[in-house]
């Protein structure tokens, strides 16, 4: 019998293992990039011709390698990284397999060049197809140059299946985008086809996404913090009003690895439930630092999937996180899209304490002649503190300028002279704002369907139905969420007739429309009878409030979780002040009251705006 097994010839075996590695130009983009970073590169050069189907070049100034170790870079499992497998549970660098460059050799025309500091000559290497053609010493710059040219010549299939130029280099683009905005303290340029695509300074990782996607992003961003002994959250999410069509720009990164965990952005999705528009993507640039023994470190370096061991705790972490800078940083969008703004700025925090102003009030005026302003701000401080931010940063401004007395203008001069650090809750809310009962704004009305309340810095126009939706939405969550819903029992139960089919899904949903305030008597097969509404709905229209809730399960079934969610949202949508209704004052007052107690006011239940601030200087641009 003869035998007919052989060992495969080393290149056909890289060949075969570089399909898993490297599938197209992107990969090698990827491969190289990430070896830069892990030799301490200060500044990384990408250069492509063709996407990268001819030339792929990284140039970087990390710590290089000695002739020998140039040689051997290109074996299989050849890597400087690792050890033993006990390395393998206190990771700090992106590769370790040692695959990535025997891989890319053995299907492309490879030149290194690579010179550690303080040599005098560096080595030159030429490899085609894993054959070392030559190697020579030659005076260079410390750091490493690597060339690849003509990928996948050998592999005919692989280079036929790659796609289009475009489509290539929109794949080099994503690896690009992940590797710049993980590293923002690495300097980095992109050239495609000698032209410069980017030039991105070390900086920050606010500036560093600036320097991507534009100057409107600095006021878009939100930062994002919170340390915990399980995990360290930090980074950005775009402000949910700019949330997108398409999914671009959702980033996660475990530490400083960029990763695709549908499990975390579910956590995202899930904050922003009800303030995100459906079927837009919210933007976010969110880093992870978790001990690096509490992942599963049987990652391909290739997949970007990852396991936490603690998955839970960093689902239930980032969905707070994001809830509670959401909160702090509630800011009304303003058309002012284009300025640079930078709300870097801490929140601020109880426990602080602050200079009361030098200035003296008229007493009518001042809000605080019952109690002493400091004690005044600590109780309420102590209320909520996320309130009370959002509060300052919408209401505070809201002026009235005919019946403004002279001493209550000084309360806004008043203003800058706090010495309130980063940490003092400011007493400027309480101050600026006078009680209710003795001072009323006046707004105004435009077409029943907008509100507009001047500002100290411009005005605020305010969508009255939306707002009204906005306001019911959050007390219909509220009220599920302490379990005290308010039942209005009405004399007489009233009687729905309904098809079967709807009868079922009102079975279905009966638990959760209870919590809402709804008492439901027997549901038969013909009709239901309704015991008692939520206090405040219009009693005459209680079956058309049922059948929307009804229509919106229908057109779209929400999973368990959001299924009060969504009754909710209807409930908001057929019982809120529509446009075409006329206010007064009093009214518009309490709406504008009202709006601003909420947890989200920027947006309807639907993540549409509600409001829109125009600054002074926009109003006076108009004007020059
Ligand atoms: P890995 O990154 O998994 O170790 P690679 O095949 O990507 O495997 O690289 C093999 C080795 O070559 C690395 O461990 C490193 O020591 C060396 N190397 C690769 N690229 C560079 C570079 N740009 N600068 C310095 N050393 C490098
Ligand atoms: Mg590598």
Not at 39 to 62: E, H, R, T, Y
Not at 74 to 91: G, P, Q, W, Y
Not at 102 to 128: F, N, P, R
Request: net charge negative; charged share 25%.
């Amino acid at each position: 019998m003869s035998n007919i097994i052989e060992l495969l010839p080393n290149h056909v075996a890289n060949q075969i293992a570089a399909g898993e590695v490297i599938q197209r130009p992107a990969s090698v983009v990827k491969e190289l990039m990430e070896n830069a970073i892990d030799a301490g590169a200060k500044n990384v050069q990408l250069i492509v011709k063709d996407s990268g189907k001819s030339l792929i070049q990284v140039v970087d100034d990390g710590k290089g390698m000695s002739d020998i170790d140039a040689r051997m870079c290109f074996e299989r499992h050849a890597t400087s990284k690792i050890k033993v497998a006990d390395d393998l549970f206190n990771l700090h660098t992106k590769g370790f397999r040692g695959e990535a460059l025997a891989s890319i050799a053995a299907i492309a025309h490879v030149e290194l060049k690579t010179c550690q500091e303080g040599q005098d000559l560096g080595t030159c290497l030429i490899i085609e197809g894993s054959e070392v053609k030559s190697q020579e010493k030659d005076s260079m710059n410390p750091g490493t140059n690597f060339m690849v040219k003509n990928l996948f010549y050998n592999v005919p299939a692989r280079r036929n299946f790659l796609k289009s130029d475009r489509v290539e280099f929109r794949f080099i683009l994503e690896e690009f985008y992940r590797l710049v905005i993980a590293h923002p303290n690495i300097g980095f340029t992109l050239h495609h086809n000698s032209k410069e695509q980017y030039r991105l300074p070390a900086s920050t990782l606010r500036q560093r996404v600036v320097n991507i996607y534009g100057p409107r992003y600095n006021q878009r961003l939100v930062p994002l913090e919170e340390q915990t002994d399980i995990v360290c959250v930090e980074g950005f999410m775009c402000k949910p009003e700019f949330a997108k069509k398409s999914r671009g720009e959702q980033f996660f990164f475990v530490n400083d690895r960029f990763i695709k965990s549908s499990y975390l952005h579910h956590a995202l999705s899930g904050a922003l439930e009800g303030v995100v528009q459906s079927g837009l993507h919210p933007s976010y640039f969110i880093f992870l630092t978790i001990d690096p023994d509490k992942l599963d470190v049987n990652i391909h370096p290739t997949k970007t999937e990852i396991k936490f061991e603690d998955e839970k705790a960093i689902y239930a972490i980032l969905r707070s996180t994001i809830r509670k800078s959401l909160g702090q940083y509630n800011i009304a969008p303003s058309l002012d899209f284009d300025t640079n703004q930078d709300y870097d700025v801490s929140p601020l925090l109880k426990k602080s304490s602050f200079k009361p102003p030098k200035i003296v009030v008229n007493p009518d005026f001042n809000p605080f002649d019952i109690e002493s302003p400091s004690e005044k701000v600590k109780a309420q401080a102590n209320k909520d503190l996320a309130f009370s931010t959002r509060f300052q940063h919408a209401r505070a401004e809201v002026t009235q300028e005919d019946q403004q007395p002279e001493d209550w203008k000084s309360f806004y001069q008043v203003e800058e002279s706090h010495e309130a650090s980063n940490e003092a809750v400011s007493p400027r809310l309480f101050e600026e704002l006078p009680a209710k009962d003795t001072y009323q704004r006046v707004v105004y009305q435009l077409h029943n369907k907008y509100i507009l309340s001047p500002l100290k810095s411009g005005y605020m126009m305010i969508h009255q139905q939306r707002s009204h939706e906005r306001i019911l939405f959050e007390k219909f969550q509220s009220s599920v969420e302490k379990s005290n819903a308010l039942c209005q029992q009405l004399l007489f139960p009233q009687e729905i007739q309904l098809p079967q089919s709807d009868l079922a899904i009102l079975k279905d949903l009966q638990k959760e429309i209870e919590s809402l305030g709804f008492d439901l008597g027997e549901i038969g097969d013909e009709k239901v009878e309704i015991h008692g509404v939520p206090y405040d709905t219009p009693i005459d229209n209680i079956d058309a409030i049922i059948e929307k809730v009804l229509e919106d399960y229908k057109t779209h079934t929400p999973s368990r979780e959001e299924q009060v969610n969504q009754i909710a949202r209807s409930l908001a949508k057929s019982m809120c002040i529509r446009t075409g209704k006329s206010l007064d004052q009093k009214e518009m007052n309490h709406l504008i009251d009202e709006l601003f107690a909420c947890e989200f006011p920027q947006s309807d239940p639907n993540g549409r705006p509600t409001h829109i601030t125009v600054s002074l200087e926009e109003i006076d641009k108009n004007f020059t």
